[in-house]
């Protein structure tokens, strides 16, 4: 009896190609055809029978005919049948399915701010795939468990809308935070479509007083700064000080100013920042030291004007040392000069006129007294 034609089953992503090969070991003289799910002929031999232009030839021999379809479309899919018209006729058949590839993951319930310990309620959706896709959860780097997921088929009776939902409780450290839902299918072939999203976490405010500057002298100015943090941030700012009836200042302005310090402004004084979310209580205390008795910019200069007339000074002092000693060596030798011709003169005129007269008066001398 003669052999059946051979063919494989083939799995295609929409959009993708897919190969057919049939192959037949006696094919007896007749030529090996392939059609489609509705029975129409697509190639006999090498014959085109279907107006097609995605349907292509690859390879024609009496043992074997192989084509290809590109662009699939999910339509495709269905069971391809390979035929050789001996008697009596041998088939096989050819199980094509077409994967639907999920859409891009959309994230809602995000839109609006959560307030801190309320239950964040978050909804994960993707439309197109075939078969119905999964999809997970993410916060950050750590894994969030689904609530439930739902499946519902498209309106082309092929393809699927999955649904994920997640609850959790947010805290203020969830404000910015990243969730993230990713869909995984066979059809993505090891990638991974995802979306991300922040969260956006209201909480109570927080604040501190800062001091500009740091170390306030009677007589300067200063300037008390709140230093409002939170989400929403504090726009209402209320300055009092402790054993005084009437508020100083009540405005969206987060400073105090004290343009000329006194002693009396010592004291704690008491910044009440407020937001949507709340009301949050600073303190300072206020203890106003002595006027300093030289300004830090005269002192400065002054310093520096001291240091350069040292340096004048101190090279001064040395260029004379310098030169004295210099003078005293050079008079050193001219008295030595002065001695030869004066030892024995008995008054300065007869010490010039023999020095004038040099090593022979000296001469003279010794024989006079000999």
């Not at 662009?71 to 058949?93: H, N, Q, W």
């Not at 002054?302 to 040395?318: D, E, K, Q």
Request: with cysteine.
């Amino acid at each position: 009896s003669l052999s059946q034609p051979t063919t494989s089953d083939e799995t295609v992503v929409a959009g993708g190609t897919v190969v057919l090969k049939c192959q037949v070991e006696d094919p007896d003289d007749s030529s090996l055809q392939w059609s489609n799910p509705a029975q129409q002929t697509l190639y006999f031999g090498e014959k085109r029978a279907l107006r097609d232009n995605r349907i292509q030839l690859e390879r024609s021999t009496p043992n074997e005919l192989t084509i290809s379809i590109s662009d699939v479309v999910l339509s495709d899919e269905g069971e391809y049948t390979c035929s050789i018209f001996t008697m009596p006729v041998r088939t096989a058949k050819a199980l094509v399915t077409v994967l639907g590839v999920p859409q891009k993951p959309q994230i809602f319930g995000h839109e609006q701010p959560i307030d801190e310990e309320k239950i964040a309620r978050l909804t994960c959706r993707s439309s197109g795939s075939k078969p119905a896709a999964q999809l997970r959860w993410k916060k950050g780097n750590k894994e969030l468990k689904a609530e439930g997921t739902d499946v519902v088929e498209d309106s082309n009776g092929k393809t699927f809308t999955v649904s994920s939902r997640v609850e959790f409780r947010v805290t203020k450290e969830d404000n910015d935070a990243e969730v993230t839902c990713t869909v995984d299918h066979e059809s993505l072939q090891n990638s991974e479509r995802s979306t991300t999203q922040k969260l956006q976490v209201h909480y109570k405010p927080t604040a501190k007083i800062e001091p500009h500057p740091q170390y306030p002298r009677e007589g300067e100015k200063l300037q008390l700064q709140c230093d409002g943090q939170g989400n929403p941030v504090p726009q209402e700012f209320l300055w009092e000080k402790e054993g005084s009836d009437a508020p100083l200042q009540l405005s969206s302005d987060s400073i105090l100013i004290f343009p000329f310090l006194n002693k009396s402004d010592s004291g704690t004084y008491i910044c009440t920042a407020t937001s949507s979310m709340g009301s949050v209580i600073a303190k300072y205390n206020l203890d106003v030291s002595d006027a300093s008795p030289v300004p830090s910019t005269s002192s400065t200069y002054h310093a520096v004007i001291g240091g350069v007339v040292a340096v004048i000074v101190f090279l001064l002092l040395s260029l004379l040392i310098v030169l004295g000693h210099y003078l005293i060596r050079h008079k050193g030798t001219y008295l030595t000069h002065e001695a030869k011709g004066s030892d024995d003169a008995p008054d300065a005129d007869t010490a010039i006129i023999n020095a004038e007269g040099g090593q022979a008066g000296g001469d003279d001398k010794k024989e006079y007294f000999i």
